[in-house]
C-alpha cells in the first residue's frame, strides 16, 4: 500500500486533471483535513512541485519512454509525474519513490506496475537529461524546464521577448512566500505569531502585510487571527479603501472585503462594505470567514454581478476584483498552467466587459470604480478597460498611487485602474 499522502495525491491530482475544480478548490475536501499534519503537508508538496515543475518532469520521462506520454493512460501517466518529481526535486530516497510509485500503480493500473517500475528505475540511475539552452532554444526550455504549455509560451515569447519570457517562466518556478496580515480586532494576534514561530518581517508594498519567514500560518490563518493574502492582493482592495457604501462585486473568497472593512474599522470611518457573490458555496464559505474575523462592517449578499441586484448610483466606491485566467498566479496555483486555454483569455474578457457594464451604473457620480485581476494578459487587463472608457461616457481612469504603480500593466501578474465616474 503506497503511503496515505502519496494515495490522496494521486486522487487529487485525477481529480484535478478531470476537473471541473481548481487544485484549491480540492484541497479544500474533508479527505485532505484528515491527513495528519506531516502527512498533508507531504501531500501539498507533492501536489504543488508536480504540477509546477510538469514540463520538466515530462521532458525527464519522454526519453524512457516507448511511446509520447499523452498515449500513457492518465492513471499511469499521474504515478509516474509523482513518482519522478520525488526522484528529481524532493529528498525521497530513489528507492523508496520507485517502490511507492509501484505501490499506487498496483492500486489503480496493476498491469503497468512493471512499467512503472522499470521506468523510474532507469531514471533514478540516469537521471534527467540536460535542460535546452534557454538563449539559443527559448521555446524548448520554456516548454520543458520552465514548465509552460505551448501555447503560453510561445504567447509569452512573442510578447515579452526571449529573455523576458525566460525570466517570467523561473519566477512562476519559485514557491512564493507565505504573505499575511493581522486581524485588527485581535490584540493578541502578532504575539500568536511570534508564538508560533514564524519570524515574520514586513512585507515591501503593502502596509500592514507580513511574510513568514519560518514555518507556516494556516492554523492562525484557520483561528481568525491572520489572513493569508499577497502583497498585490492586498494593494489592490486597499484602492477601494474609505468612508461610505462599498461593493465588492465579486467578493469571494472574501479577503479584499476584510480588507476594506478594516480599513474602515481601524480609521474610525463611518461606511459598510456590502459583499456580492453569486457561487452559493464560496458565499457559506465567505459568510464562515466573516464571523470568524468579527467584521460587523460587512454584509453579505447573494447576487451575480452581471445582474446586480442594487439601485441606481448608489455606492461611493466599487471593487470588481473580476473572475479571469488566474496567469498571474502561477507559482500560488501552478494547476493554472494546465488548465487554461488561449480560447479562455477571450471568454474572460468578454464576461469581464459584461460586469463592467452591469456594475458603472451603480456608482454614484464623483464616486471610484476600481478593476482589477490577477491576470498577466492584456486581454483581460488594459484592453478591457480601454473599450469600456471607449465605448461608455461618463467614466475617467485616475493614475493609480505611487505606491501601486506595480499594478499598472499586470506584468507582475495583478492589473487594476481606477475607474472614476465624473456624471
Not at 10 to 31: I, K, M, N
Not at 72 to 78: H, I, N, P, T
Not at 319 to 345: I, K, Q, Y
Request: net charge positive; proline share 8%.
Amino acid at each position: 500500500m503506497p503511503s496515505p499522502a502519496r494515495a490522496l495525491a494521486l486522487r487529487v491530482l485525477r481529480d484535478v486533471e478531470r476537473g471541473p475544480g481548481t487544485l484549491a478548490d480540492r484541497l479544500a475536501h474533508g479527505d485532505v483535513a484528515t491527513l495528519e499534519p506531516r502527512e498533508r503537508a507531504f501531500l501539498h508538496e507533492l501536489l504543488l512541485g508536480t504540477l509546477r515543475r510538469r514540463g520538466a518532469i515530462d521532458h525527464a520521462l519522454a526519453p524512457l519512454l516507448d511511446r509520447p506520454l499523452a498515449q500513457v493512460g492518465a492513471e499511469v501517466r499521474a504515478v509516474l509525474r509523482l513518482g519522478a518529481h520525488q526522484i528529481l526535486h524532493l529528498r525521497v530516497p530513489a528507492r523508496a519513490a520507485v517502490h511507492e510509485a509501484v505501490a499506487m500503480a498496483r492500486a489503480v493500473a496493476p498491469r503497468a506496475t512493471g512499467f512503472v517500475n522499470a521506468v523510474l528505475r532507469r531514471l533514478a540511475r540516469e537521471g534527467a537529461p540536460d535542460e535546452p539552452d534557454p538563449a539559443r532554444e527559448p521555446l524548448a526550455w520554456l516548454t520543458s524546464a520552465g514548465s509552460l504549455p505551448d501555447w503560453l509560451a510561445r504567447r509569452w515569447l512573442s510578447r515579452l521577448g526571449a529573455e523576458a519570457a525566460v525570466a517570467r517562466a523561473r519566477a512562476a518556478l519559485e514557491e512564493p512566500p507565505a504573505v499575511f496580515r493581522l486581524n485588527p480586532r485581535r490584540p493578541d494576534a502578532l504575539a500568536r505569531v511570534l508564538a508560533a514561530g514564524l519570524e515574520p518581517r514586513p512585507a515591501p508594498r503593502a502596509p500592514g502585510a507580513w511574510i513568514a519567514t519560518a514555518g507556516h500560518p494556516a492554523s492562525l490563518h484557520a483561528e481568525g487571527l491572520l489572513y493569508l493574502q499577497d502583497e498585490a492582493a492586498q494593494q489592490v482592495a486597499a484602492l477601494a479603501c474609505g468612508p461610505g457604501l462599498t461593493l465588492d462585486a465579486c467578493a469571494a473568497p472574501g479577503g479584499k472585503t476584510l480588507l476594506i472593512a478594516d480599513k474602515l474599522a481601524e480609521l474610525r470611518q463611518a461606511g459598510l462594505v456590502v459583499a456580492a457573490e453569486a457561487s452559493a458555496r464560496r458565499l457559506a464559505t465567505m459568510v464562515r470567514l466573516v464571523h470568524r474575523w468579527g467584521a460587523h462592517e460587512v454584509r453579505i449578499v447573494h447576487a451575480d454581478g452581471e445582474r446586480p441586484p442594487f439601485g441606481a448610483s448608489r455606492f461611493e466606491r466599487m471593487l470588481l476584483d473580476a473572475p479571469c485566467s488566474g496567469l498571474g498566479t502561477l507559482a500560488r496555483h501552478p494547476d493554472l498552467r494546465w488548465r487554461v486555454t488561449e480560447a479562455d483569455l477571450a471568454a474572460h474578457a468578454a464576461r469581464q466587459r459584461r460586469l463592467l457594464d452591469a456594475l458603472a451604473p451603480l456608482t454614484r457620480p464623483g464616486g471610484q470604480l476600481v478593476y482589477a485581476t490577477c491576470s498577466s494578459e492584456a486581454e483581460e487587463n488594459r484592453d478591457v478597460v480601454r473599450g469600456f472608457l471607449a465605448d461608455r461616457g461618463g467614466f475617467v481612469e485616475e493614475p493609480l498611487p505611487r505606491d501601486a504603480s506595480n499594478l499598472a500593466t499586470g506584468d507582475e501578474g495583478f492589473f487594476a485602474a481606477i475607474l472614476r465616474r465624473v456624471h
